[in-house]
């Protein structure tokens, strides 16, 4: 039996949520606007918290037009493949990727505000590709917000707020400011709870509040709210995919030594379906530290197990959890940055296949070569084992490899060239899933 939850008011009033934590963060903050630095808040250094001296603001707008090639617009299988029919007889597919060429444009923007106790950072993003050659509907949409506060409550108090919000069509590879790890990012890395396939337009949404308290110069506590929403325009995907993720934290860490924090967390997640019974409720127990080698390099890993039940199914399950990131800064002009998790996350396949354990890594690299060139290059790797708790669907294994890479030359102070490349595969033990994909691009970006 399904069940008929209002999904997209659900979402609506996420949204209104986030806006009204903007608007009291804003508020709370007592910005001045016409600044952007916070000045020293340290008491020796003669600083008044809510006065101090500020610098100029910084808003920045950037508008990008670009011209590529896709060759599966549609994320077919390119191959022929073998497979049973409803009838039981073996038949053949010839299935033909949708190359075209594309003209993408995007806008962006961001907002930097800072005073002695608060700092607020505010990002939106819309973007455009027209393809002429793809079957179907020949354009993609994609749209973004997100939007970051910090507050000192008091002298050992700190408030963080943080939200991430997209309108996807499909990647906007290249062009978005607002991709990472977690979102939609560059080189089509899927936000964690999406499907590898073109299954329409989608409304995805992740936010977090903390609120870290230092009891003594050794311990402090840090308590977290995440959620993070899924709103799907078509069926059957709406049917089987829209749904809200809550997770509750608390996490102990102590200062062993000036470089090295340990760190002991509990979490809580909640998964709701809107039409299928596939709710789930997790409990999480880790442990873990953040250390730091030197100035430049910083490790964090937490590890430890997941308790996931399933009210509305048979069996429940339980398995090893694990995240962890390496930052380093080679020089002033080179980053690398490392991110792996493991654990359970949504099928978002079928009714049946309500989750997959997941194991993701990713890889990132940015250099600033000379004073007008810079370039990036990424790698990030994903394996899935499908599968239902209640034994219904077969168990099925996929891996998804994404690269991307692209440079850009600085023609002026406000305008930049820029070239860039990425590709796709993903294997499957379901051959109708297997595709690649290969997008080059190449275009001009101009920031005011």
């Known amino acids: ?34 600044s952007t630095a916070a000045v020293d808040m340290d ?4 600083s008044n918290p809510g006065v101090g001296n500020f610098t100029r603001n910084r808003f920045n707008f950037t508008f990008d037009s670009r011209v590529g090639y896709d060759d599966n617009t549609l994320a077919q ?54 393809y002429f050659d793809r079957p179907g509907r020949d354009y993609d949409v994609n749209g973004g917000l997100t939007g970051s506060f910090t507050y000192k409550l008091a002298p050992r108090l700190f408030l963080q707020l943080s939200t991430y919000n997209a309108y996807i069509s499909q990647g906007d590879y290249g062009a978005s400011n607002l991709t990472n790890f977690n979102g939609n990012a560059i080189g089509g890395v899927r936000a964690p709870g999406t499907t590898d396939e073109r299954n329409g337009d989608y409304f995805y949404t992740s936010d977090s509040a903390q ?29 089987i995919d829209d749904r809200v993720e809550q997770y509750f934290s ?28 596939n709710d789930s409720y ?24 997941e308790f996931r039940i399933y009210p509305d199914a048979i069996g429940d399950e339980t398995s090893p959890y ?4 390496v930052t380093y800064d080679l020089s002033r002009r080179a980053n690398l940055a490392l991110t792996a998790r493991y654990g359970i996350e949504e099928g978002g396949l079928t009714e049946d296949i309500s989750n997959s354990n997941t194991f993701r890594i990713g890889l990132s ?51 930049s060239a820029e070239v860039g490349y990425t590709f796709t595969d993903v294997t499957s033990q379901i051959a109708l899933r297997e595709y690649t994909r290969n997008r080059v691009f190449a275009g001009v970006r101009v920031s005011f």
């Open 1 to 34: 039996m399904t069940r008929k939850h209002p999904s997209k008011l659900a979402i609506s009033m996420l949204l209104c949520g986030q806006l009204i934590c903007v608007a009291l963060a804003v508020r709370a903050s007592d910005f001045d606007f016409r």
């Open 43 to 46: 008491p020796a250094a003669g």
């Open 77 to 130: 299988p390119d191959t022929t493949v073998a497979f049973t029919n409803a009838a039981g007889n073996r038949v053949r597919r010839d299935v033909n990727g949708s190359g075209s060429a594309f003209l993408n444009f995007d806008l962006g923007g961001t907002y930097l505000a800072a005073n002695s106790r608060s700092t607020l950072s505010l990002g939106a993003d819309v973007g455009i590709s027209y």
């Open 211 to 239: 609120l870290s308290f230092q009891v003594s110069a050794r311990i402090s506590l840090v308590t977290g709210y995440a959620v993070t929403a899924f709103a799907y325009d078509d069926n059957p995907y709406s049917r």
């Open 250 to 277: 608390e996490e102990f860490r102590y200062l062993l030594r000036p470089n090295l924090t340990l760190a002991a967390d509990y979490r809580f997640g909640y998964v709701t379906y809107f039409s299928v019974n």
């Open 282 to 305: 997790t409990h999480f127990l880790l442990g873990g530290f953040d250390y730091i080698f030197n100035p430049r390099l910083r490790f964090s890993i937490r590890a430890g197990a």
């Open 322 to 325: 694990a995240e962890a990131t």
């Open 365 to 415: 690299y940015n250099q600033q070569i000379t004073a007008r060139i810079s370039g990036y290059a990424s790698f990030y790797f994903t394996h899935s084992l499908y599968q239902t708790p209640s034994g219904n669907v077969i168990d099925f294994n996929e891996d998804t490899y994404d690269v991307a890479v692209g440079g850009r030359y600085a023609i002026t102070r406000y305008l």
